[in-house]
T-cell receptor, first 115, second 114 residues
Framework: GAVVSQHPSRVICKSGTSVKIECRSL??????MFWYRQFPKQSLMLMAT?????????EQGVEKDKFLINHASLTLSTLTVTSAHPEDSSFYIC???????????FGNGTRLTVT | AQSVSQHNHHVILSEAASLELGCNYS??????LFWYVQYPGQHLQLLLK??????LVKGIKGFEAEFIKSKFSFNLRKPSVQWSDTAEYFC????????????FGQGTELSVKP
């Protein structure tokens, strides 16, 4: 079945550094991918919609200059957390629909810890 | 704006008890509805989905959900839970005209006592 691969699964970085998270659709093309953030014991909050070949669409309250999204190909979207702060520590999850409104396929998530 | 509300934050049941988790959404148009499960330390998995047709949807692991359009509800049920059902359950809504964008409920933590 369709698979979304997310890398890395876990990353620890120091405050002020940048971290890049990759999301790949392994056996299908995804013109759109979604990035979510999940705080402990909380639900997933949509951060942004990644659009292949164009700018990402950010949800209200999400800083686009802090969370840089690039969707350079039909199988890869990246989320870069710039100048990371401890409050950016969270679980980041990407997803991609295989076709139209088909159920989204989720990556395994990335646990980011900023020290 | 769309929103999804799950009424129960934490549900504790004994094995073999019946389960019903509430989910209500606010959106006046056509929607697709989903229930996802997240086992401890694991990623989200799709339990079941509703796109159209029979409002009673059966999913994996004995779960089912009923879409009641007049109540804007999509409650999840299971007649007899098992200890292995201990997990976090998320209801999600996708508005028909918004591609694959999902709005999630707050989640319900289910603890099943052996």
């Amino acid at each position: 079945g369709a698979v979304v691969s997310q890398h890395p699964s876990r990353v620890i970085c120091k405050s002020g550094t940048s971290v890049k998270i990759e999301c790949r659709s392994l056996d299908f093309q995804a013109t759109t991918m979604f990035w979510y953030r999940q705080f402990p014991k909380q639900s997933l909050m949509l951060m942004a919609t990644s659009n292949e070949g164009s700018k990402a669409t950010y949800e209200q309250g999400v800083e686009k200059d802090k969370f840089l999204i690039n969707h350079a190909s039909l199988t890869l979207s990246t989320l870069t957390v710039t100048s990371a702060h401890p409050e950016d520590s969270s679980f980041y999850i990407c997803s991609a629909p295989q076709t139209g409104n088909s159920p989204l396929h989720f990556g395994n998530g990335t646990r980011l810890t900023v020290t | 704006a769309q929103s999804v509300s799950q009424h129960n934050h934490h549900v504790i049941l004994s094995e073999a008890a019946s389960l019903e988790l509430g989910c209500n959404y606010s959106y006046g148009g056509t929607v697709n509805l989903f229930w996802y499960v997240q086992y401890p330390g694991q990623h989200l998995q799709l339990l079941l989905k509703y796109f159209s047709g029979d409002p009673l949807v059966k999913g994996i692991k004995g779960f089912e959900a009923e879409f009641i359009k007049s109540k804007f509800s999509f409650n999840l049920r299971k007649p007899s839970v098992q200890w292995s059902d201990t997990a976090e359950y998320f209801c999600a809504v996708n508005a028909y005209n918004q591609g694959g964008k999902l709005i999630f409920g707050q989640g319900t933590e289910l603890s099943v006592k052996p």
